[in-house]
């Protein structure tokens, strides 16, 4: 339960001219909802709209007047060209008939020129519609909230949207407009919950501490909105979050009162409708501080860095997704079933850089995706991932080894995994590694493409985890996990978290072919290569099996 506030606001005309669009704006006459819910009532939400690419659903947007939609940047990557896509308005549901909808083409896209894809900063845009829409019972513009408008921790704020219900869980048919009631998590709080500074003053922070309400994949450009009196104003643009209705980790939208300027400058002043909202009451989140979390600052491996500088981490729209390894300048080594959500590689980033001691993460690389080449020899579930920039190597990022030779490392070789999962059943989630042996696999499992391990609690987002297993002082990949998220591959037939069976991994040595023909054969693998060891590129395509073995004579 969370204590509701008695809030006074100041509404104020801001623009001269604008008097006809405020008396328009943010009035949803069906809409009599006073708690949460999960279908929307028709007409309950007349400016949300439905955002299509090719027949398909991909993001939200609201209607701020006549002619223009407000949704968020990363919805729209790259510049794309507006015609192959659809706005739909009064919509309801998104597989039955709706009598109340009109659709318009796209004429303009216009992200914000400050937008920024690594720390989804500014993640706002405009759509421009091919004509104007008339305004009906069901099709309204929501009113914006003003430069300075205030929203306070635990203010009652709506989402809505046609997004997932949980994290890779589509919303079920018909796929009905759902609605969710969730408080404003003050700014400082959030950024102590996300543990690293990404939450800017161009964001707030809106859900449940506990978890169970929140936007997802689907929503995202939608709005947030908050009732004044009779008016309904939108403060928010669902932009990102860690994964969907977390415990600790609140959704995280745009701020729409900071943008009323660029916004103005292309929709015209008076054609939009800003009003100004302030709170009577103090901001408690101007109290909070940050305490160290347990689980990552000052803990180290026993090693004289204390790091596994290889490691990746492969984020979904900002939501970590699976683990991977860097292999190479260039590339990062996963699943393709890590992929089975989406293929195209403007909706993927990978981090580098995880330091257990550094509270700050401020050794974080945040890189996008170029592309991603997969190999689908049967039961190899393997993919490549083109990084678009080359990142700085050093003590914290670097090349694993992999090993490519089928090294002997049998039954009873201690290694180890290194995943996300905490292992002590709290919410938080942190870099951790787990000590295990090698085992026989199942007699059903192909000892040739598999190599199997001492049951392992992981989790989803440990898929494309290393096995990794050392030899004199090199550590080796032999493995990585895969848990069969996609029907294509079934690798690991057990449901995460069952440590009832030997887990098991994909050998690296069947896919050396994969590998090393790949990464010779992509050009950018060489451009700038003369900055990096020689060694870097050998420990991974070049070493002969006479080399390797002298290397730990």
């Given at each position: ?120 900063d500014n993640d706002m845009a405009l759509l421009h519609l091919s004509s104007p829409v008339n305004f009906t019972t069901y099709i309204k513009p929501v009113c914006l909230a003003a430069e300075g408008s205030i ?111 660029w916004i103005s400058g292309y929709t015209g002043a008076s054609q939009t409708g800003f009003i100004n909202s302030t709170s009577i009451f103090s901001e408690e989140d101007e109290n909070v501080t940050c305490s ?111 090993d490519m030779y089928n090294l002997a490392f049998g039954p009873g070789s201690q290694c180890t995994v290194v995943g996300w999962n905490t292992g002590d059943g709290t919410s938080k989630q942190f870099l951790q ?121």
């Amino acid at each position: 339960m969370f204590r509701k506030l008695s809030l006074v606001f100041v509404v104020a005309l801001l623009t001269k001219g604008c008097e006809c669009q405020l008396n328009v704006c943010g009035r949803a006459p069906l809409n009599t909802r006073i708690v949460g819910g999960q279908d929307a009532p028709v007409g309950a939400w007349p400016w949300q709209v439905s955002l299509h690419f090719e027949g398909s659903h991909f993001c939200g947007g609201s209607l701020i007047n006549r002619e223009w939609i407000l949704t968020a940047a990363h919805c729209f990557p790259g510049n794309p060209d507006p015609s192959g896509f659809t706005v739909y308005l009064g919509r309801e549901s998104q597989e039955q008939p709706n009598s109340n909808e009109v659709s318009r083409n796209i004429s303009e896209v216009i992200t914000h020129p400050q937008y920024d894809a690594y720390y989804h900063d500014n993640d706002m845009a405009l759509l421009h519609l091919s004509s104007p829409v008339n305004f009906t019972t069901y099709i309204k513009p929501v009113c914006l909230a003003a430069e300075g408008s205030i929203f306070n921790n635990g203010s009652d704020m709506w989402v809505t949207g046609w997004g997932n219900v949980n994290s890779g869980v589509s919303l079920p048919s018909p796929q009905n407009l759902q609605e969710v009631r969730v408080p404003i998590v003050g700014n400082r709080k959030c950024n102590c919950l996300y543990g690293n500074a990404q939450i800017t003053d161009n964001m707030m922070c809106a859900g449940l501490l506990d978890g169970g309400k929140d936007s997802c994949q689907g929503d995202s450009g939608g709005p947030m909105v908050i009732k004044q009196g009779s008016v309904w104003i939108q403060a928010g643009v669902v932009s990102w979050g860690y994964g969907c209705a977390q415990p600790d980790y609140p959704g995280v939208y745009a701020r729409v009162s900071n943008y009323q300027s660029w916004i103005s400058g292309y929709t015209g002043a008076s054609q939009t409708g800003f009003i100004n909202s302030t709170s009577i009451f103090s901001e408690e989140d101007e109290n909070v501080t940050c305490s160290t979390p347990p689980l990552l600052c000052g803990r180290k491996r026993d090693s004289s860095t204390g790091i596994w500088p290889w490691m990746a981490s492969l984020k979904y729209y900002g939501s970590s997704a699976c683990m991977g390894t860097l292999v190479s300048p260039n590339f990062v080594m996963t699943t393709a079933s890590c992929f089975s959500r989406s293929m195209n590689p403007n909706e993927w980033t990978v981090v580098l850089g995880f330091v257990p001691w550094d509270c700050s993460n401020t050794l974080e690389v945040y890189v996008n995706v170029a592309n991603i080449v997969y190999n689908f020899a049967s039961g190899n579930n393997v993919a490549l991932v083109e990084l678009a920039i080359t990142p700085e190597l050093s003590d914290y990022i670097n090349i694993v080894t992999v090993d490519m030779y089928n090294l002997a490392f049998g039954p009873g070789s201690q290694c180890t995994v290194v995943g996300w999962n905490t292992g002590d059943g709290t919410s938080k989630q942190f870099l951790q590694e787990f000590q295990t042996s090698i085992v026989n696999c199942d007699p059903s499992t192909d000892p040739s493409l598999h190599i199997c391990t001492e049951p392992l609690d992981v989790q989803q987002e440990d898929e494309g985890s290393p096995l990794l297993c050392k030899m004199g002082d090199t550590w080796f990949q032999t493995g990585f996990l895969a848990l069969g998220r996609s029907d294509e591959f079934i690798i690991d037939p057990e449901s995460s978290g069952n440590t009832d069976f030997p887990k098991v991994f994909i050998r690296t040595t069947p896919i050396s072919s994969f590998l090393t023909n790949t990464l010779y054969n992509v050009p950018s693998i060489f451009d700038g290569a003369e900055s990096f060891s020689p060694l870097s590129l050998t420990c991974i395509l070049l070493l002969s099996l006479p080399a390797l073995l002298q290397a730990f004579i």
